[in-house]
């Protein structure tokens, strides 16, 4: 990711606020549908989604939303279901049914979808692993950029939705990838954060010997693990690893030196036990309830899970004690301590074929607002949006929210897509169904990047 994300992520503006203000899944299916049928008082609207008083009566309209956010009542999928709610309210002739998948059955009945028809508005990510092959085949309606020039979105945020420069997707979140931690854990048992890899294992060694996990990772799913490893990757290969994984896709040949080096490491720390038994068949919402729980020290996920930290189905021991650091440095390694992956991944399209593609894009130009889906997810404490979120900056945040930010705002360089994303589908198909297998010594590194490196060819 270019230099300029960071640049124009962390304003002067958003560093100051944040100085001031802030103080210095289940693995099946969840369909779920729209709450309110009622009919729309006025169904036409501008651009930016906002009904027109004057505009005469519409037809009823049902939108279909296709959402990899099966939780309802936390996180993001609280904060698009308000989104969702709002809009039938303000458009009562717009009625929203909503089928939502944990990630991985929503990416099968995605490809399904894509050949037997779309929903009228679905989540993507805009990632090439993902997005190459869904625009190839003509299912996403193009959007006006000039539309969203007042959204607040962040200077290179739009990129991964783009291709030949015509827009087919808006991102939601700008990720990053966590340690999430225990602190009165931590406190209770003397351990203290790590600042070096090697600091990290003895740290998993003290953990595991007082019978708890170390780590909680959702080795199962595949993606997890390889956002992990591309963690590593940056702590080893520095700045360099964007242009180290791209030559390696091209090319077919994951040999890199770098490349090899993270991935024994990976290796090492899971021959290591420093995650819990079993991890590699574990799927997501297990892994968390296992540091929800308390059974582990630490959870290792994306920042979109800061909403941990506000989710009252989590006692509150632990819930208040919920912090974060990133992948600590490698030795000999050339990425610092504030040299970290961050993306604009996750977010919305409609679809090239929807029978009520005007509408689908009104209701999507209004979940962008930015005071809907940037506030409200900055309220919920989902982490960090792609869009500006500088004025809503209170110093009523959590810490964890506020250590999000900090490591955003003092972060020196970032580098993008993790590796998983960063090629063909097959190539992330081969690395998140291989990367099991060589961290848990069933295949040899060797192999394990000769596959990989074969999907891309």
Known sequence: MKKKFIASMLTAAMTAA??????????????????????????????????????????????????????????????????IDEYMAENPDITIEVEALDEEA?????????????????????????????????????????????????????EGFKKEDKLYGLPRNTDIML????????????????????????????????GITPIAMDGGDGWPMACFLTDILVKVAG???????????????????E???????????????????????????????????????MYCMGSWDCSMALNEDIVPEIRDNIRAFTMPVVEGGRGGANVIAAWNGGGYAVSANSPVQAEAIKFLNYMYQPDKLSKYG??????????????????NETEL???????LKDAESISGTPINDCGPSAFKTSIESEIQGVSNGSTSVEDFLATIGAACK
């Open 259 to 297: 490349i090899k080096e993270a991935t024994q490491i990976l290796v090492d720390s899971a021959a290591a036990d420093m995650f819990q038994v079993g991890y590699d068949s574990q799927d997501y919402g297990t892994t968390m309830n296992l540091f929800t729980n308390g059974q582990a020290a």
């Open 106 to 158: 929503y990416k099968t009945k995605f490809k399904a979808y894509a050949m037997d028809g779309m929903p009228d508005v679905v989540s993507i990510w805009g990632q090439p692993a993902f997005l190459d092959e869904v625009l190839d085949a003509g299912v996403l309606a193009e959007l006006n950029v000039d539309d969203y020039t007042d959204y607040g979105f962040i200077a290179g945020s739009l």
């Open 18 to 83: 944040l100085l001031t203000g802030c103080g210095g899944a289940d693995s099946g299916a969840t369909p779920v549908e729209g709450q309110t049928n009622a009919q729309e008082d006025s169904s036409a609207q501008d651009t930016d989604g906002k009904a027109g008083a004057d505009e005469a009566k519409g037809e009823a309209v049902t939108i279909r939303l296709f959402s990899n956010l099966p939780d309802r009542k936390n996180g993001q999928g609280l904060v698009e279901q308000m989104i």
């Open 239 to 257: 700045e360099d690893y964007a242009d180290i994984v791209s030559k390696a896709v091209a090319s077919g040949d994951f040999t890199a030196p």
């Open 378 to 395: 900055w309220e919920k404490g989902v982490g960090l949006s792609a869009q500006d979120q500088t004025a809503y900056l209170t110093g």
């Open 401 to 407: 929210q506020k250590q999000v930010m900090n490591i």
């Open 179 to 210: 340690f999430y931690y225990n602190q009165k854990m931590f406190a209770d048992n003397g351990w203290e954060i790590p600042e070096t890899y090697d600091e990290l294992m003895d740290l998993c060694t003290q953990i595991r010997a007082s």
